[in-house]
Every structure is written in C-alpha cells, then in structure tokens.
C-alpha cells in the first residue's frame, strides 16, 4: 500500500472514532464483539479505536492534558472481559453531522432505489432524503439519478429469489439464436441502467449471468431451487472467463479502455505509438466481440486473430448492405 | 503519532474552546502538534501540517470556522480556530427508523467503488453512532451505480469546492476535442449515461456535457472559484434532459426475434408501432448510434436521416478497418 492511500484512510478512522464516542456513551457496558457487529468493522480495529480514545482529550486549563482533561474507561473491564465502559467524556457527546458528499452519495443511491418497482413508497424515500438534507453540515452536492423505467421482470426474479424457486424464460444469446432457460436464481444486480440475473442454469449446469433485457416469457415456477448455498460462491464481476475462452489482440486509444474495463481487466496493455495501445481481451466466442466492436466503432479495432477480425468485418458488412437500396416504408406484417 | 490521533485531538480541542484557538495556540498545545513545536523556532512544515488537517477535517463535513480578530481584520496572524458544537451535532430530532436504516445501508451499497463508495460508508459509520440496529437486508438483490468515466471524481470535487474546471470535449458530431473552460453546477446520470450540468465560462450560459466525451485529464484553475445556486441544479438538469429525450425520436426496424428486437423492443415508450418498426427516445444521437451500429444488420435505421447517416458511417468505418487483406489495421 502507498503512502498516500495509508494516510487517506486517516479521515475514515477519524469518523469512526468520532461516532464511536456517543454509541459508547449510550452503552453503559458493552462488548468490543458487538461494536464491531453495530459497526461492521473488526475487533481489532474496536480495540485500537478504544485504545486511542482512553488516552485522548483537550488540552485543558493547564495546557498539560491533566486526567480530567482525558477520556477514561474501566481498563481492568477492557484488558480483562473485553467489555467497553466509558467512564469520563471530553468536548463531544453526540453523533457528528454529514458532509454534503456524504449525504448526496447516500441521497443519489435513494433516487436510484427509489426508481424500481420495490421501493414504490415515495414518500418513505422523500423524507430520508429531506433527513440526510438536514442532517448535513453544508447543501448536499449535486449528484441526481434521473427515474429509469423499472421492468416487471425484476419484481418476478426478485420474488423467486426470496421464495427459493427456479424461474423459466427465452433467452437470445450473443450468437443471435434463442434458447429456453431454467435457473435457479440465487442474486439480481443491476449496474446502472442494466440488470442482471446471476444464478445456476440447469441447461449449462453452471452459474451463469443473464441480462434482464435479452429474457423474454419469464416466469417463476413452483419447483424449488437447488441447494447451492455454502460450495458457491459468486464473483464479484459478472463476467468469469474461462480456460476454453479466446484470446483476442485489439488497438484503442489509451482513454478508450475505460470503457472495455468490463471486459478486459487484467491484461497487460503496451503502446503502439501515439495514444493508441493495444490490450487481449478474452472472449467465449467472436459474436459477443462483433457486437462489442461495432458499438465501439472508429475506437476498437481487432487486430487478431484473422477468424475474429473477419467475423467482425462480416457483422459491419451484413450492417451496411442494408443502407444500399434507398430506405423504403416496411411491409405490413 | 497516528495521523488520526493529531486529528482527533484537534476536533476535540477546536470542540472544547469556546472563544477558538490560534493557530500558534493549536501548534504549542494540541496532542500531535506539541510534541513538534519549536519555542520561538522555525514552526513552518508543522503550519503546512495544520493547513492540510484542517482540509480533511473539513471533508468530514465538521464546521471548523476562522474567526478574523474584530480589532485586527484581515490579520492572518490572530486568526482564530474554532468548531461550534451546534452545527457540530446532528440534530438531536433526526432520528431513524430500523427500517429507514436498511434502506439506507443499501442506498450505500448502490457505490461500489471510488469515493462515493468511500462517503456512502462514513456516512454509515456517522448512522451507527445513532445505535439504531437495521432491519433484515434483502437477500440476494444488488443495485449498483457505477461512474467509471475518469472525470467523475474530479469533476464532482471541484464543484463542492465552486472551482473552475478546464477539459478537452469532444463534442458529439466534431472529430476534434476543444477546450473548455467551465463552473461546474451538477452530475446527473440520465438515461444511464453521466452528464455535467455547467456554465461554459466562455459564452457564459449553462451547458450539458457528456463524461464519456471529456478526453483526458480534468484541471482546476488557480484562483478561479464561483459561488453554487445551490440546491436544485441537479434537478434542473434532470428536467432539461428530460426535455430533450422526450423532444427526439428514431425509427428502427427490428429483424424479429433478433437480439435488437428483444432489446430495443423492451425500451420503445410509443404503443404504435407497425411491424417491426420500433420508435425510441433518445438525448444524443452520436450515442444512440453507437449503440444501434452494434445490433449490425438486426437493425435497420429509418429516421431521422442524420441517424441513419451516422449508423451507416459507424459500419462502413468497422468493415473497412476490419479488412481482412489488411491484417495490420487501417488506423
């Protein structure tokens, strides 16, 4: 760890200290184990903050920081039972404002919340926000998240997640085809606008991740899922690849990677010359990277292997001859 | 000394004073300092020292004032430090249910990474001083907002600090990134893309800016602040963009059963459509293009023409650089 991401963490462990005081003043008796459960932080980390507390105050009158200037705890409690009681308290005693980014961060993640189908009581949401508003020490910042149309499909996933049983739907993969899936849901994410259903699908008999948006016929079946409780684990990103994956050499300019970060984390970059560099990406097949390529084009170009550059130049292609009669109105249907 | 020790003990002094501290009272007294003050001597990186901690004091949203001597204005030297303890303290009548403290802890969870990630957790740390215990949290459901633009960050600092900001922009339609010399108001994310809300400082009028389109570093100006309207901005920005989306519509046409026709069908908002014609709402036209060019020949572009034109550039420009009798790339 650098220096400066040591010392950043300073302000975090002030924070804590500072809230810690008036939970402890609330709490005549109370163990460092359930601190750090309220807290969500370690027991080691309760300990030091006690530590450091029991040794500081204010200057005082002498400027000497006599005892009565000083916190003070029950040490033989602390050392012995591993019990906090504070006995003494110096300048503060209640919970410390927000910062205004604090608050907007916590109000833009309501606003975000507060678009799916679930949290529909707006007026729950409101007076959070209108609480963290006022219970900041500067206008909170101006971060919003616009409404998103929320898809019954989450609420149906959802619903299965929380009952335990399987859902079934047609699912269109990158290759174009559609196929009929049944998977035991285990998690629903979303990342921004799109959601993603993570579960283990009886067709591969893997855990894979679906896209909300590609399911179509979607419903929860009464059949309940398996137990894949304590052997699986979900990765954080959403995408695993794997051994059969394939390798794949592309060129970018160097402030276009932030937008594969999804796709290509991990590999060496090298520069070409100018700002353009050139990264591997590892993909399951050429249809998924076709799409990716197009939908950043005049940005990403494949430079091997042949079979991918190939693939990608035929999807353009296939794209482009359509433009070459003049647009016409469609045929009933 | 831990850095946080010399910051605990000065929130405690700054608390305890009623009248403030100076800066030399700080230095020769307080926990941290004390041990570093030079009687008489040069006190000088122990001054740079208190200028930052009083910075990331401040960051944690603690009010910690200067008071200009009234007999002696304007003298930096009798500056007084002080943190009142009424805007230090929550107020006493904010108070929060089991139930409203789960939907905040996963109003925290929608960051996963950068600093929102890391003030939506303080925040927490700040709730818990409350001793409230959360209700259950809902299993297996994880929102998330992602900013993964490099602009994100500096951009929201410097418009909590009212800084001028300069950036290259590549405007949608131009092929060269121009600067831009801006005061930056709101970061709004609209129909999944972030968006600076902000006054081009150079025609003086609020502008909308894309972050994916601000090409490499953000800077701030020296000495160049202005002061925030305040609430409401990120609002307003909403409102405009609104505005736009609902003013611009395409018209696709969709192969059936296609991934486009999945996709694309679930986002059209007009209930009239014909066949597989699909009408969608959009704000930027240069990224809707993006978008469609990677549905290849899925989708078919009917209208506006300048869509059209664009989709078709966008396909043309991958099939040439994708020739395979030019393994090296064309660009």
């Given at each position: 760890?650098t220096?400066?991401s040591k010392s950043?963490r300073?302000p975090?462990?002030?924070?804590f200290?500072?809230?810690?005081?008036?939970?402890?003043?609330?709490?005549?008796?109370?163990g460092?184990?359930a601190?750090?459960?309220?807290?969500?932080?370690s027991?080691?980390?309760?300990r030091?903050?006690?530590?450091?507390?029991?040794?500081?105050?204010?200057?005082?009158?002498?400027?000497?920081?006599?005892?009565?200037?000083?916190?003070?705890?029950?040490?033989?409690?602390?050392?012995?039972?591993d019990?906090?009681v504070?006995t003494?308290?110096?300048?503060?005693?209640?919970?410390?404002?927000?910062?205004a980014?604090?608050?907007?961060a916590?109000?833009?993640?309501l606003?975000?919340?507060?678009?799916?189908?679930?949290?529909?009581?707006?007026?729950?949401i409101?007076?959070?926000?209108?609480?963290l508003?006022?219970?900041a020490?500067a206008t909170p910042s101006?971060?919003?998240?616009?409404?998103?149309?929320?898809?019954?499909?989450?609420?149906?996933i959802r619903?299965?997640?929380?009952?335990?049983?399987?859902v079934e739907f047609d699912?269109v993969?990158?290759?174009?085809g559609?196929?009929?899936?049944?998977?035991?849901?285990?998690?629903?994410?979303s990342?921004?606008?799109d959601?993603?259903?993570?579960g283990?699908?009886?067709l591969?008999?893997?855990?894979?991740?679906?896209?909300?948006?590609?399911m179509?016929?979607?419903?929860?079946?009464?059949?309940?899922?398996?137990?894949h409780?304590?052997?699986?684990?979900?990765p954080?990103?959403?995408?695993?690849?794997?051994?059969?994956?394939?390798?794949v050499?592309i060129?970018?300019?160097?402030?276009?990677?932030?937008?594969?970060?999804?796709?290509?984390?991990?590999?060496p970059?090298?520069?070409?010359?100018g700002e353009?560099?050139?990264t591997?990406?590892?993909?399951?097949?050429?249809h998924?990277?076709?799409?990716?390529?197009t939908?950043?084009?005049?940005l990403?170009?494949?430079?091997?292997p042949?079979e991918?550059?190939?693939?990608?130049?035929?999807?353009a292609?296939e794209g482009?001859?359509?433009?070459?009669a003049?647009?016409l109105?469609?045929?009933?249907? | 000394?831990?850095v946080?020790?010399?910051l605990?003990?000065?929130?405690?002094?700054?608390?305890?004073?009623?009248?403030?501290?100076?800066?030399?009272?700080?230095?020769?007294?307080v926990?941290?300092y004390?041990?570093?003050y030079?009687?008489?001597?040069?006190n000088?990186?122990?001054?740079?020292?208190?200028?930052?901690?009083?910075?990331?004091v401040?960051?944690l949203?603690?009010?910690?004032?200067?008071?200009?001597?009234p007999?002696?204005?304007g003298s930096n030297?009798n500056?007084?430090?002080?943190i009142?303890?009424?805007?230090y303290d929550?107020?006493?009548?904010i108070?929060?249910t089991?139930?409203?403290?789960?939907?905040?802890?996963?109003?925290?969870?929608v960051?996963?990474?950068?600093?929102?990630?890391?003030?939506?957790?303080?925040?927490?740390?700040?709730?818990?001083?409350l001793?409230v215990?959360?209700?259950?949290?809902?299993?297996?459901y994880?929102?998330?907002l992602r900013?993964?633009?490099?602009?994100?960050?500096?951009l929201?600092?410097?418009m909590?600090?009212?800084q001028?900001v300069?950036?290259?922009?590549?405007?949608?339609g131009e092929?060269?990134p121009?600067?831009?010399?801006?005061?930056?108001?709101?970061?709004?994310?609209?129909?999944?893309?972030?968006?600076?809300?902000?006054?081009?400082?150079?025609?003086?009028?609020?502008?909308t800016?894309l972050?994916?389109?601000?090409v490499?570093?953000?800077?701030?100006?020296?000495?160049?602040t202005?002061k925030?309207?305040?609430d409401?901005?990120?609002q307003q920005?909403?409102?405009?963009l609104d505005?736009l989306w609902?003013?611009s519509?395409a018209?696709?046409?969709?192969?059936?059963?296609?991934?486009?026709?999945v996709r694309?069908?679930?986002?059209q908002?007009?209930?009239?459509?014909?066949?597989?014609?699909?009408?969608?709402?959009y704000t930027?036209?240069?990224?809707?293009a993006?978008?469609?060019?990677?549905?290849?020949?899925?989708?078919?572009?009917?209208s506006p023409?300048a869509l059209?034109?664009a989709?078709?550039?966008?396909?043309?420009?991958?099939?040439?650089a994708?020739?395979?009798q030019?393994?090296?790339?064309?660009?």
């Amino acid at each position: 760890m650098t220096e400066a991401s040591k010392s950043s963490r300073a302000p975090d462990k002030l924070a804590f200290l500072l809230s810690l005081v008036p939970y402890l003043m609330d709490h005549e008796r109370i163990g460092v184990a359930a601190v750090a459960a309220h807290f969500g932080v370690s027991a080691t980390r309760v300990r030091e903050a006690v530590n450091l507390i029991a040794v500081s105050g204010v200057p005082g009158e002498t400027r000497q920081y006599q005892h009565g200037d000083l916190f003070d705890i029950q040490w033989d409690e602390f050392e012995d039972n591993d019990v906090i009681v504070l006995t003494h308290l110096v300048a503060i005693d209640d919970a410390p404002r927000f910062s205004a980014r604090e608050a907007a961060a916590l109000i833009a993640g309501l606003q975000y919340l507060s678009s799916l189908p679930e949290n529909a009581d707006q007026g729950a949401i409101a007076s959070l926000m209108a609480k963290l508003t006022r219970g900041a020490s500067a206008t909170p910042s101006q971060l919003a998240v616009a409404k998103s149309e929320s898809t019954d499909a989450i609420t149906v996933i959802r619903a299965a997640v929380g009952n335990n049983v399987q859902v079934e739907f047609d699912y269109v993969n990158s290759r174009g085809g559609q196929e009929h899936r049944r998977v035991d849901p285990l998690r629903i994410e979303s990342v921004d606008r799109d959601w993603y259903l993570r579960g283990w699908c009886h067709l591969r008999e893997a855990v894979r991740t679906f896209r909300l948006d590609r399911m179509s016929a979607l419903t929860a079946t009464d059949a309940p899922s398996g137990d894949h409780g304590a052997g699986l684990t979900l990765p954080d990103t959403l995408f695993e690849s794997t051994a059969e994956d394939l390798s794949v050499v592309i060129e970018l300019p160097e402030p276009g990677l932030a937008l594969i970060a999804d796709y290509a984390p991990e590999f060496p970059v090298t520069h070409v010359g100018g700002e353009r560099v050139r990264t591997t990406l590892r993909v399951a097949h050429f249809h998924g990277l076709k799409r990716l390529v197009t939908r950043l084009a005049g940005l990403v170009t494949v430079i091997e292997p042949a079979e991918a550059r190939d693939t990608v130049a035929r999807w353009a292609e296939e794209g482009a001859a359509q433009y070459d009669a003049p647009a016409l109105p469609p045929a009933e249907a | 000394m831990a850095v946080e020790e010399r910051l605990f003990s000065l929130v405690l002094a700054l608390v305890a004073t009623e009248t403030g501290l100076t800066k030399a009272e700080v230095l020769s007294t307080v926990q941290g300092y004390r041990q570093r003050y030079q009687n008489g001597g040069d006190n000088s990186s122990l001054e740079r020292q208190f200028e930052r901690d009083k910075d990331d004091v401040r960051e944690l949203g603690i009010p910690l004032e200067t008071i200009e001597p009234p007999d002696d204005p304007g003298s930096n030297h009798n500056l007084r430090y002080r943190i009142p303890k009424g805007l230090y303290d929550l107020p006493s009548d904010i108070t929060f249910t089991p139930d409203e403290l789960m939907v905040l802890k996963l109003a925290a969870a929608v960051w996963r990474e950068g600093s929102l990630s890391a003030e939506s957790r303080r925040a927490l740390t700040k709730l818990g001083s409350l001793g409230v215990e959360s209700s259950d949290p809902v299993l297996g459901y994880a929102p998330s907002l992602r900013a993964r633009e490099s602009s994100f960050e500096p951009l929201s600092k410097a418009m909590d600090r009212g800084q001028v900001v300069a950036f290259r922009y590549l405007k949608p339609g131009e092929t060269a990134p121009r600067r831009r010399r801006v005061a930056p108001h709101a970061v709004v994310l609209h129909d999944g893309r972030w968006h600076l809300f902000a006054t081009d400082q150079d025609v003086a009028a609020k502008r909308t800016f894309l972050l994916s389109r601000i090409v490499g570093q953000v800077v701030t100006l020296p000495g160049q602040t202005f002061k925030q309207d305040g609430d409401g901005m990120g609002q307003q920005a909403l409102a405009e963009l609104d505005e736009l989306w609902n003013a611009s519509l395409a018209e696709v046409d969709v192969v059936p059963g296609s991934d486009a026709a999945v996709r694309l069908g679930k986002r059209q908002t007009s209930v009239a459509t014909v066949g597989d014609r699909i009408s969608l709402h959009y704000t930027d036209l240069n990224i809707l293009a993006d978008e469609l060019a990677g549905f290849g020949p899925e989708v078919l572009v009917q209208s506006p023409p300048a869509l059209r034109q664009a989709v078709i550039s966008r396909l043309t420009g991958v099939r040439d650089a994708h020739d395979v009798q030019d393994p090296r790339g064309t660009s």
